[in-house]
């Protein structure tokens, strides 16, 4: 069974770091492409940031520069280092992975709160 | 990297059908066969119901279907149920190694 979950949330004051981290089973991780996809409280979902099997990495314009993913194969962990955090990015992060162009398993996500 | 565009809210009765559209443009749903859609219940993850425009992953049922015309894809309920109650969102890939949601639909099955 694929298992995603996530941990590392919290509170932050804006301007502050925070590094989110997302443990696989299941599944062929080192194999996978892995995504971080977001969703601020009563909103939408908005994709953050991609990283491919091969490690290359994709970002949303509003965390361009500020955020970076990375992904440990030996321990099957999948990271999201926050810098520069704004109150606009105070949201539930969930970690996916990412098969045939489509998000197919997610995890329950890591709530992160910008706020001072 | 802008929103694709969803109805707020659709609704329907038991056993009814309802389809749910998601507007994009030239950069996004117009020219990649990587539309996809996602189920959201309260307080739950998103699960994945269509990929890939019109592929059901394996234990969906057959019930939901997708399709795509120009810049417009469509999601489609059949023999509304009341576990179908729940959020709807739309995804794309975009031009330039991105993807973008829909701003979610909320089904109310009545």
């Known amino acids: 069974e694929v298992q995603l979950v996530e941990s590392g949330g919290g509170l932050v004051q804006p301007g502050g770091s925070l590094r989110l981290s997302c443990a696989a089973s299941g599944f062929s991780f080192s194999g996978s492409h892995l995504n971080w996809v977001r969703q601020a409280p009563g909103k939408g979902l908005e994709w953050v940031a991609y990283i491919g099997a091969g490690g290359n990495t994709w970002y949303a314009d509003s965390v361009q520069g500020r955020f970076a993913i990375s992904r440990d194969n030996a321990e099957n962990s999948l990271s999201l280092q926050m810098n520069g955090l704004r109150r606009e990015d105070t949201a539930l992060y969930y970690c996916?992975?990412?098969?045939?162009?489509?998000?197919?398993?997610w995890g329950q996500g890591t709530l992160v709160t910008v706020s001072s | 990297q802008s929103a694709l565009t969803q109805p707020a809210s659709v609704s329907g009765s038991p056993g009814q059908s309802i389809t749910i559209s998601c507007t994009g443009t030239?950069?996004?749903?117009?020219?990649?066969?990587?539309v996809s859609w996602y189920q959201q219940h309260p307080d739950k993850a998103p699960k994945l119901m269509i990929y890939e425009v019109t592929k059901r992953p394996s234990g969906v049922s057959n019930r939901f279907s997708g399709s795509k015309s120009g810049n417009t894809a469509s999601l489609t309920i059949s023999g509304l149920q009341t576990e179908d109650e729940a959020d709807y969102y739309c995804?794309?890939?975009?031009?330039?190694?991105?993807?973008?949601f829909g701003g979610g639909t909320k089904l109310t099955v009545l």
């Open positions: 996916a992975s990412d098969r045939d162009w489509a998000f197919n398993s």
């Open positions: 030239s950069s996004d749903v117009g020219t990649y066969n990587r």
């Open positions: 995804c794309s890939y975009v031009d330039n190694n991105a993807w973008v």
